[in-house]
T-cell receptor, first 117, second 112 residues
Framework: AQSVAQPEDQVNVAEGNPLTVKCTYSVSGNPYLFWYVQYPNRGLQFLLKYITGDNLVKGSYGFEAEFNKSQTSFHLKKPSALVSDSALYFCAVRGLSGAGNNRKLIWGLGTSLAVNP | SQTIHQWPATLVQPVGSPLSLECTVEGTSNPNLYWYRQAAGRGLQLLFYSVGIGQISSEVPQNLSASRPQDRQFILSSKKLLLSDSGFYLC???????????FGQGTRLTVV
């Protein structure tokens, strides 16, 4: 069965320090991987994706993520955290199996990031 | 660019009342459309998805239903709301030429 795990409910980091939000996945074949951010009482915003190619992908707001096939991980990173990065972060995977145009995403439970000034 | 309009932003409804939440999509044709519910600000639960007009798949048995009367319109409904229907409802779309989903701003539903 396809699944996504975000092992940390909450991550705390000081402003200016690097941050990492972890994500591991289980899916057959080559996955499409995504990161989204959600601010309170708002919809999710797309940050970045890995489809193919370079394992390090860069996205919005200075975020990047590294695809590691052997570890089945897709951790989100940022070299220097900002207080405004405090939000809920979701990892998602879309498997390539499934009939027709079904493009359901499998979601992690989210990680709450708190950046302290 | 793709945009999803979702309304209302907040809604307080009494138990037993009907519900209709609407979502419209701009900037893409024949998208896959999704309704999610998010409880307590955490995980997303997929309620319904649609690959075309009139085509609805339900992911979980529940008190809700969905309809897609037009290509870019997705409606979430209930005939009689339950307290357990309270939550944050999100509409999402994946365009035919996209791999990532786009989300509406959500509706906070409180059933009292």
């Amino acid at each position: 069965a396809q699944s996504v795990a975000q092992p940390e409910d909450q991550v705390n980091v000081a402003e200016g320090n690097p941050l990492t939000v972890k994500c591991t996945y289980s899916v057959s074949g080559n996955p499409y991987l995504f990161w989204y951010v959600q601010y309170p009482n708002r919809g999710l915003q797309f940050l970045l994706k890995y489809i193919t190619g370079d394992n390090l992908v860069k996205g919005s707001y200075g975020f990047e993520a590294e695809f590691n096939k052997s570890q089945t991980s897709f951790h989100l990173k940022k070299p220097s955290a900002l207080v405004s990065d405090s939000a809920l972060y979701f990892c998602a995977v879309r498997g390539l199996s499934g009939a027709g145009n079904n493009r359901k995403l499998i979601w992690g439970l989210g990680t709450s990031l708190a950046v302290n000034p | 660019s793709q945009t999803i309009h979702q309304w209302p932003a907040t809604l307080v409804q009494p138990v037993g009342s009907p519900l209709s939440l609407e979502c419209t999509v701009e900037g893409t044709s024949n998208p896959n459309l999704y309704w999610y519910r998010q409880a307590a600000g955490r995980g997303l639960q997929l309620l319904f998805y649609s690959v075309g007009i009139g085509q609805i798949s339900s992911e979980v048995p529940q008190n809700l239903s969905a309809s897609r009367p037009q290509d870019r319109q997705f409606i979430l409904s209930s005939k009689k709301l339950l307290l357990s229907d309270s939550g944050f409802y999100l509409c999402a779309a994946i365009g035919q030429s996209n791999t990532e989903a786009f989300f509406g701003q959500g509706t906070r539903l409180t059933v009292v």
